[in-house]
């Protein structure tokens, strides 16, 4: 029963670039704040980008800035990640997240408080 389906992933050398996409049912998208979320064996899952429902307000990890967009385009029921300049430290699994609960303008950087997930899409950086 996924709702949310990540594509993208691949392996790209260090300084490359990287667009990760993500749809979801549009009963969810239209109602939702997007998150991108990484997760790497042994370690906890990992906020990278969101971007607000509404007025598009966007957020960062400081780990991702500058290197990293979020956009979303909500007639085709997607959210992207742009990644650039991309670091052997950027491997992990990337999932997507729906927040149905952060209004207009909100983009929470918290995991639990997403409803919707998608099952990840790998991304590898290679030195």
């Known amino acids: 029963q996924v709702q949310l389906v990540e594509s993208g992933g691949g392996l790209v050398q260090a300084g490359g670039s990287l667009r990760l996409s993500c749809t979801a049912p549009?009963?969810?998208?239209?109602?939702?704040?997007m998150g991108w979320f990484r997760q790497v064996p042994g370690k906890e899952r990992e906020f990278v980008a969101a971007i607000s429902r509404l007025v598009y307000n966007t957020n960062y990890a400081d780990s991702v800035k500058g290197r990293f967009t979020i956009s979303r385009d909500n007639a085709k029921n997607t959210v992207s990640l742009q990644m650039g300049s991309l670091k052997p430290e950027d491997t992990a699994v990337y999932y997507c997240?729906?927040?149905?609960?952060?209004?207009?303008?909100?983009?929470?950087?918290?995991?639990?408080?997403?409803?919707?997930w998608g099952q990840g899409t790998q991304v590898t950086v290679s030195s």
């Open positions: 997240a729906a927040d149905r609960n952060s209004g207009d303008t909100g983009t929470s950087r918290a995991t639990d408080a997403y409803d919707q």
């Open positions: 549009g009963r969810i998208f239209s109602s939702s704040a």
